[in-house]
């Protein structure tokens, strides 16, 4: 107790002799304590934290689906919603069919597609028993030439009628029978683009639309999106492909990007994961905490708040040595409510003061004004 007391007296004198002594401090400076005496001063150290160690822990999330994995199917033709065959949030197949539309335009549509059929095969014969005459030198060659022309223009005619029906949704089963047995329907069977999860009906049956009316939001729920916000203090180091978890819902994937700007209110960074190991576990829209594995440089590390001391604009931390404490100028990348990053030439081994720091910064400063 007595050499407390005693401790705690010279701590005073040295405090008030850096009070009216200006001297200057310098970053190495030594600190020269014994065991005891950093226990009785109330000194506490711990490791050196590198960025790896600490960062991203239990921050907040958002999964989202990424935009190129959205689909809005839509109506092909003006027409009357007959049936939808999917409800929300079910699974459905590539080809599936998702709505059935009544259609007069599709009717206009095969008909054109029919009459250019009929204009093909006019052409074609035409140009066969032009061609036979002009080898027999019966006609000129310019007969066979327009002949020729004619028939290309009647078989693009009639590429293109092929085209507005498979726009228009009708299957290939269905443009064959329409081939051979002229066979006409109004129905538009509207199918599934890909494999995913019909999200939003935005059409009833019974409803009618115009063309492009949109039917179905179907989306593609593997990979997801983690829209993670990161405190800008904890993302030093942080490059795309660093891993990102979600320990709760055994998910993982990797960092695909990070914003560059920051939310005024909160302070965070908004950093977009893609997660392909266990996406099937979340849900689009869900609130989660997420891990982000930010790798260590060497160069920045984290350390809380109360290791730091600052004197002069100038942020410090106290380094255990074997004879007590040294401080060392660090610079300071970014702080939250309880810790910093901070930048400096750390081998990676050190202890810091993370409390009684304000003695020891007493000391120091003591230290300076007997130098004096």
Known sequence: MRKAQDLRAVLGALLLCGFFVAAPLYAGDEIRLSSAQTKAMGVVTAPLASSAATAGKGLPARVAIPNHQLHIV???LAGLVETLSVAPNQAVKKGQVLARLQSPGLVEIQRGFLQAATQAQLARDSLSRDEKLFQEGIIAESRYLAAKGRQAEAVAALSERRQALALAGLSAAALQRLEKGHVMSAVVEIVAPVNGVALELMAVPGQRVEAAAPLVKLAQIVPLWLEIQAPLAQI????????????????????????????????????????????????PGQLVEAVLAVEGDGKHWHVPNSALVRLRDQAYVFVQTPD???AQAVKLGGETAESSVVSAEFKGGEHIAVRGTASLKAMWQGLAAGGE
């Open 324 to 326: 007590g404490f040294r």
């Open 236 to 283: 030093a180091g942080l490059k795309a492909g660093a891993t990102v978890s979600v320990p709760a819902f055994q998910a993982s994937g990797k960092v695909a990007q990070i914003g560059r700007g920051v939310e005024e209110g909160s302070q965070t960074v908004t950093v977009r994961a893609e997660i392909g190991q266990g996406a099937e576990n979340l849900r």
């Open 74 to 76: 839509a109506a092909p």
